[in-house]
């Protein structure tokens, strides 16, 4: 009886390791995998990859370019302020003027006086507008105080001290 269970165990393991043996290529027990299927998964993976990522490095491209613009933009407004802030155009000086000294300015500068006298230098185009009383100051004519006056253009146009006064001025402008 021993020896028959050795022959049925010697049977069926030739069974199993035959089977093993023999089943097709290429099946679940035996896969087999050529050259042109894994380069076709490859691509397959390739396709799907850039299919999802493209839109995305789009996207990241176009959010570089905004931001490069922007910092330029940033950079340019930087200088704008800059300039008007050496210019003196952003913040009232105090100006202080002597005996017979002008203060000539340029177009859009603004002039208070604040203490003093002093008279308009108007130019043959008209004087300084005085915002404050609604008028155009002329040539001679006595400036009010604390009055804001705009000088229209840049043709020789300012004030003019006999004696003392003191002035807030907003713009470019030249003491004479």
């Known amino acids: 009886m021993r020896k028959r269970l050795h022959i049925l165990i010697v049977i069926i393991a030739i069974i199993v390791m035959s089977s093993i043996a023999f089943c ?13 299927y894994v380069q076709k998964r490859i691509e397959q993976v390739k396709f799907y990859l850039d299919e999802k990522l493209n839109p995305a490095i789009e996207t990241s ?16 407004l930087k200088e704008k302020i800059a300039n008007l802030q050496s210019s003196g155009s952003a913040a009232l000086d105090v100006v202080e003027l002597k005996d017979g000294q002008t203060l000539i300015c340029n177009a859009g500068t603004e002039i208070i006086l ?21 008028e155009d100051i002329q ?38």
Not at 61 to 76: R, S
Not at 150 to 176: C, H, T
């Open 139 to 176: 040539m001679n004519q006595k400036i009010p105080n604390n009055h804001l006056l705009i000088v229209p253009r840049s043709d020789g146009r300012g004030v003019l001290v006999p004696k003392y006064a003191i002035f807030m001025v907003r713009g470019s402008y030249e003491v004479r």
């Open 61 to 76: 491209n176009n959010n570089a370019t905004q931001i490069q613009t922007l910092v330029e933009e940033n950079k340019q």
């Open 24 to 36: 097709e290529p290429g099946s679940q027990e035996d896969p087999l995998v050529t050259l042109s």
């Open 114 to 134: 604040r203490g003093g006298s002093a008279t308009a230098i108007a130019s043959d185009l008209g004087g300084l507008s005085d915002t404050t009383a609604g």
